[in-house]
């Protein structure tokens, strides 16, 4: 099973931007439709983007369209979350899935995880 791990998480503030990216060993990367998940104190995790393994397909929760952009380099086994314009409620723990169906924006299709990491944003 492929194993993931996140990076550039942190403190920003309301207005600016941060990346995210996401490391894949163990598995065959373009093979997973890839997302990014995203968990606030105290509320369910939600979806915020995915991409179809070949990178052409893409979705993005509401409260992001237009602001965040997902990407994915299947030579370097990488996806990135390029997120602009934050938002105080876009704080939260971040984290990069794998899934091994077809393109889906659903949680429980996902069955890979990385461990997240914490995206602040001040306002």
């Known amino acids: 099973q492929v194993q993931l791990v996140e990076s550039g998480g942190g403190l920003v503030q309301a207005g600016g931007p941060l990346r995210l990216s996401c490391a894949a060993s163990g598995g065959t990367f373009s093979r997973y439709t890839m997302g990014w998940f995203r968990q606030a104190p105290g509320k369910e995790r939600e979806f915020v983007a995915a991409?179809?393994?070949?990178?052409?397909?893409?979705g993005y929760a509401d409260s992001v369209k237009g602001r965040f952009t997902i990407s994915r380099d299947n030579a370097k086994n990488t996806m990135d979350l390029m997120m602009n314009s934050l938002k105080a409620e876009d704080t939260g723990v971040y984290y990069c899935a794998a899934s091994p169906l077809g393109f889906t924006t659903t949680r429980f299709a996902y069955d890979a995880w990385g461990q997240g990491t914490q995206v602040t944003v001040s306002s």
């Open positions: 991409i179809g393994w070949s990178g052409r397909n893409t």
